[in-house]
């Protein structure tokens, strides 16, 4: 289908204020008598609080007022607390001051005893299953997202089953299983018995959650950083306490979230409940340390996975066990995740699957762009790599035979999936790459210099249905599109706003887009995470914008003659189909839509929109022609977003310094919205990916839980010299049957391909050492080379 | 806790010059701190694990910068920026191994703003110590790196006495292998103190990384005619390829003739609290032909003696790669060595 904005190249209304530097994010407010807040943390993995001697420092000039946990509702535990007297993790936030100005809050907090009573903690989830071991919380071990804490111990024989460079296979929390795994193991040409682990590295979000508050008659307004709008409403008012028709969310702009302000945060709302104390605007400026102790961190792994393949390369049986680390706080599902993506991506006739995910005094944990999923394609890819040297199969057709396609199913509930095109994204990208020719290059030597060659694959759900869509068109003939996802830095909130221009048939200079601030009457849409906006947000944005259309051609039915099926809508106007010299241009139409009141004005509405939307369209009323609906089209099948990378590199053998000489990432996301943006998403996805695989610094010291990074020099995020200059992206472009224009999201699964992509090249490089490892770093690159032990034992969390 | 991110106040002077600021640190004593570039200045400060009263600005002394020709060598004021060091045209032409290492510490912006006298001045950069935990260093009485579950990766090889941080600094190797000397003024005298001996380690005095003390100035390097336009080497392997301190790092200094090495002296940093000399590398490979079993020999030799702790035994054979490669001095490895 040939559309005029869907698949073309635009230049998004906020990208201008970013390179200026005119953007404003929360920490750049400032009003009248405002304060500033600094927070006190706990110095300790795991302890009480005795007593709180504050005395002093509120006699401080300057100083204003103090929070502790008892001023602030408390959130039911395992969940993260916006302050507590009984501190999880180093960093943990204890109590806020306000004062007049930073240097003196930061001198008040200085004059503040606290008594602590220092409790037992503990770091490594396997160290808390042990019989007897230490629980991270006072009631239990084992936490999951919004459930109650658990506790659960493995036996001694558990342990003594295994030898220490092995996991034991104790009592999950969950599990499930399909098909007939044992045997699949008893047929298979090879097996793989592999025990691995991941870290669960920081975000790194480049803008520190700050957050400003003020209230004004009863509402609190709020200048947060989020990806999300809407959907983050009810949270953010839920921990300041209040109604969401209460909470006025400001959020234009998200210096980067990756996952960690997907959803609503406790710490945002310290600046409102101190704001309410004093009465006074307040500003929490969080410091890079306390973005590495509140900004989470993705689940760290500890795992275990048997696979069985067949003499051809199709996997026919997977068993895997997956521990995760899940901090101080109720984590996110990764390890569920990851049982499920390897079950979609590598299609095995049978699978078992168990996990357990265990509660650490470390900081806080979320979702990190493929939670599980990204963690799963580190493991997996390398491990495709050695079955097909041991089966002496081609590493694409390992893959390509065991790749997801439209029939495949996700997990024990067999899912279907709307489609999925894994095989076309890996044959796009190995003839980008070349692979026929590159493969050959595999282990030659250049001097001290050996080449790698890795390839990678990643998945991640992508997209969600049943939000609400809402368009206004102004009587000066502007088509707003209210778009309530959020600005997390990817551009589609701009680019899925194109779809209501093309059902409008309006140009795209006539549009304005209306975002970022709840005053702008913003619709209930979904947040802008799990890769789910471009399929999610075209359906919303689509209903909304054909509820415009519809009444378009009503109004111009009944001002024209005719029934509205002879009209169309094109070039700002609404027109007869017979004779397009009969027309209404949406300025005249808005205008008749006012005046006829009722549903063309969102006098009235459709009753199944969400209470946020129906207040939006209520505000509206009277003042534009609204067009409003929530999204009820047909959907079959999972959305999925799926992604291939292929890498070269030069590794230097003295050294165990790698350079990465040919990046190419492929990704099958249905109908491309917007050329540009998903290249730059693979891009971006590629570095982060470059991170998470070999450079990513997360050690926490054994001996008093304190974190070693809590800063980008120490966390070692990717700089502009460890990763290509030039990076190739291709993409499958074929349409979605579940979405009107056929788009699927995609952002998650871009960081995966290219994290295994690099990992497999690094083994390849070393001639198939594989590490089980995820980061790989260069004294385990080096160790490796010299034909030395690694440092770390097998399981161990952290190393690096 | 290190993320408190706000100074303490201080009282700030700004000198125009070196006497000036001599009077100040006399009156300030061990209240008072020298910044240079501020790089490693302004964490301690904004971690107020640091205190000072008055902080005393060397930026405005004019003559603690620019380089010099001197009739045997040059003299480079201490507060030149790393960045001016990296592109001066008589340092990359007659002292190339200075300019390389300078052109590799941090990144473009801490380049730009941290100085030589800064870098080779720099504290322990353990993360234990940083953390503001009460170790040896920050005048406790343990150290949490050198235990049997301390995350010692970044640590030292060589010459523990109760704390094991390395010498972090990219330009401290580079001066001991171009023999240095340092210019340190106090109100009472100028001393000249070798490169080697500006350097001490914890056995010396474990609350400071080089013999300027309360009082002293560090205003210039002076590195011998000797050297110049030797044949260099210099080589960080860090994790990232910027912003990042070296794992190891080597700096050699050669004068070949007629594929003999005539002279030589190489150092490593990142393997001991001061950058390590390898006399013991320098005097097999010396009067030797520069050749592949000369590099396996002068290599094999470099970690004797080494004592790892448990995360950091893979900079042995890091280390001894890296000498190798530095006797070796061509580039099979795609490195190229420092051109004159």
Known sequence: MAYKHIGKNFTPPDVRAKVTGKAKYSEDFRAEGMLFIKLLTSPMPNARVRNIDSSAALKMEGVVDILTAEDVPAMPVPQTQILTNNPKFVGDPILAIAAVDETTASNALEAIIIEYEPLPFVIDPLQSLYPGGVDAHDDGNVTQRMQPTQRIKWTARDFAAVGEDELPRGEPRDQWEYGDVDAGFESAAVVLDETFVVAGHSHHSMEPRSSFAYWENGKCYLHASSQSHTFNVPGFAAYVGIEPENMILIAEYCGGGFGSKGTAYPIASLSAHMSKKTGRPCMLRITRAEEYYLGSRRNGFQGNVKLAFRDDGKLIAADMYVVQQSGANDGFPDYMNAGGALSLVYTPEAMRWKGIPVATNTPITGAQRGPGQNQLACVMEPLMDKAAKELGVDRLVIREINATNNDSKYADKRIPVSSAYLREAIRNGAERFNWEEKKKQSGQRNGTKVTGIGVGQAFHPAGATGFDGLVSITPDGKVHVHTGVGNLGTYSYASTSRISAEVLGCSWENVVIERGDSRRNLPWNLGQFGSNTSFTMTRTNYVGAMDAKMKLLEIAAMDLGGIAEDYDVGGDKVFSKADPTQNLTLAQAAQRAIELGGKYDGHEMNEDMHAITKASVTALAGTALVGAAKDTLPSEGMAIALASAFMKIELDTETGKYEILEYVGTADCGTVVHPQGLEHQIRGGGVMGIGMAGLERIVYDPQNGLPANVGFHQSKPPSYLDVPAEMDVGYVDKPDPSNPVGARGIGEPLLGCAASALLSAISDALGGVYFNRTPVVPDMIINALADRPQSYKTLQMSNQ | ?340
Not at chain 2, 259 to 269: S, T
Not at chain 2, 288 to 296: F, G, I, R
Request: hydrophobic residues 40%.
């Open chain 2, 1 to 340: 806790m290190s993320n408190k991110d706000m100074m303490p106040q201080f009282a700030l002077f700004q000198p125009s010059d070196i006497e000036n600021a001599l009077e100040l640190l006399e009156k300030y004593g061990e209240n008072g701190w020298l910044v240079a570039g501020g790089q490693d200045s302004f964490d301690w400060f904004k971690d107020r694990a640091k205190r000072p009263e008055a902080v005393i600005d060397l930026g405005g002394i004019a003559e603690l910068t620019g380089v010099r020709e001197t009739p045997d060598g040059i003299e480079i004021g201490a507060m030149t920026t790393l960045t001016e060091i990296s592109n001066n045209t008589t340092i990359k032409s007659q002292y190339g191994l200075l300019s390389e290492a300078a052109g590799r510490v941090a990144s473009p912006q801490i380049r730009n703003a941290g100085t030589i006298g800064g870098n080779v001045s720099q504290d322990a950069r353990c993360w234990y110590y940083r953390s503001g935990l009460d170790c040896y260093r920050a005048g406790g009485n343990t150290c949490y790196a050198d235990t049997p579950e301390g995350m010692n990766r970044e640590h030292c090889l060589f010459g523990a006495s109760r704390c094991v941080a390395v010498s972090p600094s990219d330009t401290a190797a580079a001066m001991v292998a171009l023999d240095a000397s340092m210019v340190i003024r106090s109100s009472a005298a100028e001393r000249v103190v070798p490169a080697e001996e500006f350097f001490i380690g914890p056995d010396v005095n474990i609350t400071r990384m080089t013999v300027v003390e309360a009082g002293d100035i560090l205003t210039a390097i002076r590195i011998p005619a000797k050297w110049a336009k030797a044949e260099f080497y210099f080589e960080k392997v860090a994790d990232r390829n910027t912003w990042d301190f070296p794992l190891v790092n080597v700096a050699c200094s050669k004068i070949v003739n007629g594929g003999v090495i005539e002279d030589i002296r190489i150092a490593c940093a990142g393997v001991e609290c001061v950058p390590k000399r390898m006399t013991v590398v320098e005097d097999i490979v010396r009067g030797s032909n520069q050749d592949e079993e000369t590099a396996e020999l002068g290599g094999g030799s470099a970690s004797r003696g080494a004592s790892p702790l448990n995360y950091n035994h893979f900079k042995i054979p890091l280390m001894e790669n890296l000498v190798k490669r530095a006797i070796r001095g061509n580039s099979s490895n795609g490195t190229v060595p420092v051109q004159q």
